[in-house]
Structures are given as C-alpha cells and as structure tokens.
C-alpha cells in the first residue's frame, strides 16, 4: 500500500445537497485530497449560498440546480456534470430531509416525501451515474445513512423506513455493479451538528440543554455529538483506492453510539 491509494487526484466527484453541512463537509475533504467537485442543491439561491461558502473556503467548485427527487433534472445534470468534467468518478448521495412527526398523525404525503428525497433520488442519481462508472472501468458510490438504517426512534418513522432501504440499496449495488468495478458502501452518521440537527440542540428557555442533547451525550461513547469533521476522513476513504475491496459495507461513524447500551444513571 502506498499514501497515494488515498489520494483523489485526477477523480471528479459529485455530492448532493452539498451547500452545506455534511455534504459541504465532505466535498471539502474531497478537494483538499485533490478531487474536482461538483454539487447540486434544490434551488439557485441555495446552490449561490454554496457557491458563497466554497468561496470562503477557498475551494473551486461547479454547482448545478438539481431536485434530487426529479428524473429528468437528475438525468439533464448528470449529462451536464460529464460535459464539463468528461466523468463521475465519485458520486455521493447525500441530500436528504427529515420530518420529526409522531407516525400516527404523520400524513401519507409527508411519509412519501421524505421517502421520496431519502431513498428514491438515491436510487435516481445512482441509476443516472453508474453507466458512465461502467464506461470508465470503475466508479465509487457512498450513500448518506444513519443511525436509523439500524435503530428505530419515536417521530421518525419515514426517516428511519428510508435510511434503513438505503442500507439495503447500498448492498444491492454494491451485489449488482461490483463487477464493474463499482464499489458502492454506506457512512452512518451518528448525531453530527448540523442545521438537521439544530432542533434537537436549542437551549431550554431556563439555559438548560434539550433533553435530547443530554440523552444523545449519554447513549454515545465519546460523549459528544459528532462534527461534520468527523467524517471527512472515512469519506474520503470510501472514496479513494485505498477501499476497492470494500463493497456493500456501511462505515458507522458513529462515536460508538451502536456498540453501547448507554451510560447509566449516576
Ligand atoms: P441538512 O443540513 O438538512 O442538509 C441537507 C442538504 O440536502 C441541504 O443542502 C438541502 O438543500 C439538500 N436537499 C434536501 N432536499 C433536496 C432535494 N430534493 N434536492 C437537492 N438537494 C436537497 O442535512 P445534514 O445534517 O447535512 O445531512 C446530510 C445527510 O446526512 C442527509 O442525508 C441526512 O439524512 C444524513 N445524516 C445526517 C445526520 C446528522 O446528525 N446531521 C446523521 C446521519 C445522517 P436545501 O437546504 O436547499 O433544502
Ligand atoms: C433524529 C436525528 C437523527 C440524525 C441521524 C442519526 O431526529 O433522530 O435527526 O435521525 O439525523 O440520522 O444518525
């Protein structure tokens, strides 16, 4: 093995939804280990606040507008994204919603909408890219899972039905394509500081900290909520040549959330 196996010199990559957050997070490892770097999100402003945050990062990036959710913007960005960069090495599907609702009083249209963005657009986009992967003899897929591929939680019902078939997807493409040199895993998250998780972060009116926060610190290890930084570092490895005989695996990265029962009460 050689430190070059972890290099993405020469590759291009794709990361959805990435005008911030964890897809902003990851793009941006990818292009200090020396991918080119394409994003997309739903809308021009959102992909101007992107191109504002590259900026001030000093990372060169192209952004597209694309609604992961819709076939013909996938297809159209895709064939747009091979135009200007020649291929897709690295695609990572990461744009993604969540909708924190008790499933009893969830609506049919919100179940299929977060069903629809965290599990359909993967499965659109990857469809999108992977005979340009075939083309070029390889290609590297990471889909965005989570602690619900495994663990079930009140109010995320949706959530939990998409992050889990998204496992399952990452398997099955990774079973399909393997042949073609595509190699196709998963990073689980644990509870990583982003404006997705805000919610579950403010401050009580008294000053004290969510309940959620106290009880995320207690079920995890590391005792911490994760960093987008966190993760740069397995991405870019499910990324680069140092994993072409992973395949089908989903990285949880996690703080060790999976592995424990949660800290006792004192
Ligand atoms: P986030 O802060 O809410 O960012 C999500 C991104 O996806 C935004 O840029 C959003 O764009 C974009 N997006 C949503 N729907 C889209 C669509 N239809 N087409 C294109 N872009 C779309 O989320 P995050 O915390 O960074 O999470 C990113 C991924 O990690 C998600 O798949 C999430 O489920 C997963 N994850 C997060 C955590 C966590 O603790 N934060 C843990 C595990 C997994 P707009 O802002 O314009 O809507
Ligand atoms: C929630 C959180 C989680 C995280 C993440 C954990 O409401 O439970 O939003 O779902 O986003 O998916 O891995």
Same mark, same amino acid.
């Given at each position: ?8 010199? $020469? *590759?291009?990559?794709? @990361? ?6 964890? +897809?902003?997070?990851?793009? =941006? &490892?990818? /292009?200090? !280990? ?104 390889? $290609? *590297?897929?990471?889909? @965005? ?6 663990? +079930?939680?009140?109010?995320? =019902? &949706?959530? /939990?039905? !998409? ?104």
């Amino acid at each position: 093995m050689e430190m070059k196996d972890f290099s993405l010199e $020469g *590759k291009v990559a794709w @990361i959805t939804g990435a005008s911030y957050g964890i +897809g902003f997070a990851i793009a =941006s &490892a990818f /292009a200090t !280990a020396g991918a080119k770097i394409c994003f997309n999100d739903i809308s021009q402003a959102a992909v101007d606040r992107g191109l504002a945050n590259y900026k001030e990062a000093g990372i060169e990036v192209k952004g597209y507008v694309c609604d992961v959710t819709n076939e013909e913007a996938v297809q159209a960005t895709t064939e747009q994204i091979i135009k200007d960069f020649g291929k897709i090495d690295i695609l990572v599907n990461n744009a993604g919603i969540i909708k924190r609702i008790p499933m009893c009083d969830m609506k049919a249209s919100e179940f299929r909408q977060v069903i629809d963005v965290d599990l359909n657009a993967p499965f659109i986009v990857s469809k999108a890219v992977i005979p340009n992967m075939i083309k070029n003899g390889h $290609g *590297k897929i990471i889909n @965005i899972c989570s602690m619900m591929s495994e663990l +079930g939680r009140e109010t995320v =019902s &949706a959530y /939990a039905a !998409a992050k889990g078939g998204l496992k399952m997807l990452t398997r099955n493409i990774a079973s399909e394509y393997g042949e073609y040199n595509i190699q196709c895993n998963g990073i689980g998250p644990g509870y990583i500081e982003t404006p997705q998780t805000a919610p579950l972060r403010e401050r009580q009116p008294d000053g004290s900290r969510h309940p959620f926060d106290q009880f995320i610190v207690s079920k995890t290890p590391a005792a911490r909520w994760g960093t987008t930084a966190d993760l740069q570092g397995p991405a870019v490895f499910l990324a680069s040549d140092a994993s072409n005989f992973v395949n089908g695996h989903i990285l949880y990265v996690d703080g060790g959330i999976l592995a424990y029962i949660g800290k006792q009460p004192q």
